[in-house]
């Protein structure tokens, strides 16, 4: 059953006068607890199909379903309500705040919950340690490593128990070591935890982990690969 | 509360900049309560007065005198029921720098036209028996270090000479309005050192009834209009109001100083939240991106300008409060019973909110209408 539909969906952005038709009618599904990677040149449209999905951008027509609601219709208000709950955002440069801790970087998708106090700190610390992160709780962003950050940006991903995670580049400022361990990482959240995980690179390895490979080139789906037994 | 984490370590972001903007709107709360207190108290003292006391003085002007012969015409006029009269004596005590009022009465009379000014009976009956006593306002025990029982020696400026006087008494007013640095001296002794001149400076008259004001104060002036020193006539209340209207200008300076710092410190607190939100857009970015809604950070970002102006306002406002009454302070003994008033704290908080909300709403409106993709694309 697919998790995330993309029906006849265009998107134009206007610079000056001049207008960028980065899709012109794509459609796609991607089935709920698969990990996919787009891939693609730079330009290819491969962020701005992720920023769809997790509603942060409108489609200039066509509509984007996630979990049977349309994501395309919602009204600013309806679309950050929508995302706490069911979309966890990874981004290239981590985007921790730096002025709160490890723990409160990953409580921050909790404040928007009505959990207690008590359960918040539960789920906090079951989010950094699926990271391996439980003693680093107290630190602050600038005394933890690239890839340790990116970790505790996962964590704060995946502590609201969102069905979708999106990560945009998430390897890209890691040194090679840490980004295994973030691939790892995400491939452990895909089987053992079903998330559905849907991440940009252009990282061959990275692609790699992914059971299913979507290549984009000037808006269009130019090449489709599949793991062995995985969904489509 | 479950944000004030985040409020918290916002604030804390650049702390110097945090303390220096509550530093800015607390002084400008302290001068705005300071300049305020200056007007009320200046409303408070033209108020003053008892509606059953008339003032007479010489229609030419406060500074020429009346004959001292006119107090037994003035007592017989139907409806005054005491009479008493001062003169303005104008001496300086040591170096001259600390001014208080000082004046020469017919002490009997005064005292009992104003019973709000409280002495102790032995006190009173010491001051009315001895010719060089003199009755000071209790303020002055603590300026000049003076005691009962003590001589000093006043420097006459209007009257040369040096004047020696016992202090026999320490009043204490019951009305706020009342100075209480001022100190009184016997007329006898002023008129008899300078010669039996028999001038005094304005009467006093208590009257029996509120009601009769106009009509015995028209009854005086008319009494002396055709003499060589006519006089002008009206209640107390409004012989104070004329000293006050004199500052009616300051007033309006105070005012205008006033709103002008309060100006002045909102184009400083404005700049400094929207730099604040302006270093932000990429941690608003993300926060929206997480599910924060527009109204959320909307709210954040005004609450953070409300914990810095609401901050500064507590101390500015708390700081004048006690300062002032700490060294009860009356300004050399122009300003009896300086206090901030509990409208104008009123008022310095309903300051604090507008500021909140002008320095506010900019940077709060523009991390709500944020547009996420663009921001996060002009920070990477």
């Known amino acids: ?232 | 509360m479950k944000f004030w984490t985040l409020l918290r370590a916002n604030l804390g972001r650049h702390r110097r900049r945090t303390f220096l903007t509550i530093a800015s709107v607390a002084l400008a709360l302290f001068l705005f309560a300071s300049l305020r207190t200056v007007v009320t108290t200046l409303g408070a003292a033209s108020r003053f007065g008892s509606a059953r006391r008339l003032v007479a003085t010489n229609a030419t002007g406060i500074v020429f005198p009346l004959p001292i012969a006119y107090a037994n015409r003035l007592a017989a006029i139907p409806g005054v029921e005491r009479v008493s009269w001062a003169n303005w004596f104008g001496g300086q005590y040591g170096d001259g720098k600390r001014f208080f009022a000082n004046f020469a009465v017919d002490a009997r009379s005064y005292l009992d036209i104003y019973p709000e000014m409280q002495v102790p009976a032995d006190q009173k009956a010491a001051f009315l028996a001895d010719r060089s006593g003199a009755l000071i306002g209790n303020r002055l025990l603590d300026v000049f270090g003076w005691r009962v029982g003590q001589n000093v020696t006043l420097r006459g400026t209007i009257f040369p000479g040096d004047w020696t006087f016992t202090i026999r008494g320490v009043y204490t007013p019951a009305d706020k309005a009342i100075n209480d640095d001022a100190m009184m001296f016997h007329f006898a002794y002023l008129d008899e050192k300078t010669g039996r001149q028999g001038l005094a400076g304005w009467y006093i008259m208590e009257i029996d009834s509120a009601e009769h004001a106009p009509a015995i104060a028209k009854t005086v002036d008319d009494m002396f209009r055709n003499s060589t020193a006519p006089t002008k006539t009206g209640t107390e209340q409004a012989f104070n109001a004329s000293f006050a209207t004199m500052w009616g200008n300051v007033s309006l300076l105070m005012n205008t100083i006033g709103m002008a710092v309060v100006f002045a410190i909102l184009l400083v607190t404005a700049n400094a939240m929207m730099m604040s939100a302006r270093e932000r857009t990429r941690e608003l970015a993300v926060l929206k991106t997480i599910g924060f809604t527009d109204r959320r950070l909307f709210g954040l970002v005004m609450a953070e300008a409300g914990i810095i102006t609401v901050t500064g306002a507590v101390l500015g406002l708390g700081a004048a409060k006690l300062l002032y009454r700490a060294t009860n302070f009356n300004a050399g003994g122009f300003l009896p019973g300086f206090d901030v008033t509990p409208a104008t704290f009123l008022l310095g908080g309903a300051v604090a909110l507008a500021l909140m909300l002008a320095s506010g709403i900019v940077p709060a409106a523009r991390a709500a209408r944020l547009p996420v993709v663009a921001a996060l694309r002009n920070v990477e």
């Open chain 1, 1 to 232: 059953m697919p998790l995330v539909e993309i029906r006849d969906v265009t998107k134009t952005f206007s610079r000056d006068a001049e207008r960028i038709d980065v899709f012109n009618g794509l459609s796609m599904e991607i089935e709920q607890g698969s990990f996919t990677a787009l891939m693609g040149p730079s330009g290819s449209g491969k962020s701005t199909l992720l920023n769809l999905i997790a509603g942060l951008d409108r489609p200039t027509s066509g509509t984007v379903t996630v979990g049977g609601a349309v994501v395309s219709g919602m009204s600013p208000a309806e679309l950050a309500t929508w995302r706490a709950r069911n979309v966890g955002f990874v981004f290239q440069q981590f985007n921790l705040l730096p002025v709160l801790t490890a723990y409160q970087n990953v409580e921050l998708p909790l404040l928007l919950t009505r959990l207690s106090k008590k359960e918040r700190d539960e789920r906090i610390r079951i989010a950094l340690g699926v990271v391996g992160l439980d003693d680093r709780l107290r630190h602050y962003p600038r005394q933890l490593s690239g890839g340790q950050e990116q970790r505790v940006a996962i964590a704060r991903a995946i502590v609201a128990d969102p069905t979708l995670v999106l990560l945009d580049e998430p390897t890209g400022q890691l040194d090679a070591k840490s980004s295994q361990e973030v691939l790892s990482l995400l491939s452990r959240l895909n089987a053992e935890f079903g998330k559905t995980i849907i991440i940009v690179t252009h990282d061959p390895h990275a692609a790699a982990r992914a059971r299913r490979q979507l290549h984009l080139e000037k808006g269009t789906f130019v090449e489709q690969a599949m793991a062995a037994g995985a969904p489509a």
